[in-house]
């Protein structure tokens, strides 16, 4: 059983920088790619980054890919989710999820373990 905790998340304005983390506990974090997600009230939650087992490949939602960097430190046991420009419409709970496969649409269905969020909010 893997537990994940998500931290990191807060109040920026616009065009600013957050850094969201998840640890992870209770397994060998290697043996998954590591997923963030995110989701606003009323709406579906949506796929945002995904990094292979040890890093190699990495693959992004149109929408964040140039603003957003997702890494891993396997000594560590994180996976973190660096995201600049910040937008109002990136305001969401971003949830940290562990698959074991990698792929590049991955489905909420495919999460193996999920951390219980972290809030960003974005002002405009």
């Known amino acids: 059983q893997v537990q994940l905790v998500e931290s990191g998340g807060g109040f920026v304005q616009a065009g600013g920088s957050l850094r969201l983390s998840c640890a992870a506990s209770g397994g060998t974090f290697s043996r998954y790619a590591m997923v963030w997600f995110r989701q606003t009230p009323g709406k579906e939650r949506e796929f945002v980054a995904i990094?292979?087992?040890?890093?190699?490949?990495?693959y992004y939602t149109d929408s964040v890919k140039g603003r957003f960097t997702i890494s891993r430190d396997n000594a560590k046991n994180t996976v973190d989710l660096q995201m600049n420009s910040l937008k109002s419409e990136d305001t969401a709970v971003y949830y940290c999820?562990?698959?074991?496969?990698?792929?590049?649409?991955?489905?909420?269905?495919?999460?193996?373990?999920w951390g219980k969020g972290t809030l960003v909010t974005v002002s405009s």
């Open positions: 999820a562990a698959d074991r496969s990698y792929g590049t649409t991955p489905s909420m269905e495919d999460m193996d373990y």
């Open positions: 990094i292979s087992r040890f890093g190699g490949s990495t």
